[in-house]
């Protein structure tokens, strides 16, 4: 195809090559990424604990963060962690996002252990109104020195309209201020 790039490699008298045909800088970098490596690294995606659903595609989905995960030659693996009787030896990473039921001892022990082993552990927390039951999990948590607060921030001055003050509006911020230096308006 025309404006194809082909990028090879040739280390230890094995050639590995890439063809990039999209010119884009992240498409030329993950080509140069993917000749250094044998196989894409695994994110571990914990579900079973009503976790955020990797393919749903609306706002309560997480497609979008898996499609980003995948164009940064991640392969995204869901897992129930109380089917496993081991962890798998690739597991390096995983990632708990929105879970809203409890964790069992097994699920625990299986957490202790990846920990143990210097696993990283992704952690996502919706803040529980009425019963919060997470609560055992933000202990464990902590004992492993992550403190997740069960804070939800309410201004009844400056807020969306309908949201009783859920969902605040900054009316103003420090224009120097990282986070929102590159904003317009």
Not at 149 to 156: E, G
Not at 167 to 172: C, R
Request: aromatic letters at 8%; one cysteine or more; a neutral charge.
């Amino acid at each position: 195809e025309s404006g194809t790039l082909v990028l090879s490699y040739d280390h230890q008298g094995k050639n590995h090559g890439q063809k990039v045909v999209a010119r884009t800088e992240l498409a030329l970098t993950n080509a140069f990424i993917k000749l250094n490596r044998a196989k894409n690294p695994v994110i571990y995606y914990s579900i079973g604990h009503g976790e955020a659903e990797l393919d749903r595609k609306d706002r309560e989905g997480l497609s979008q963060l898996k499609g980003v995960l995948q164009e940064a030659l991640f392969n995204v693996v869901p897992t129930y962690l109380s089917g496993l009787h081991s962890l798998p030896d690739d597991m390096k990473i995983l990632m708990i996002w929105g879970p809203h039921g409890k964790f069992f001892d097994k699920e625990y022990q299986l957490l202790e252990q990846f920990l143990a082993r210097g696993g990283k552990l992704i952690v996502a927390l919706d803040p529980a109104v009425g019963e919060d039951t997470l609560g055992e999990f933000r202990q464990w948590l902590k004992s492993w020195g992550i403190h997740i607060t069960n804070n939800l921030v309410v201004d009844s001055l400056n807020h969306l309209s309908g949201s009783c003050g859920s969902i605040p509006i900054v009316k103003k911020a420090a224009s120097a201020h990282h986070a929102v230096k590159e904003f317009k308006g």
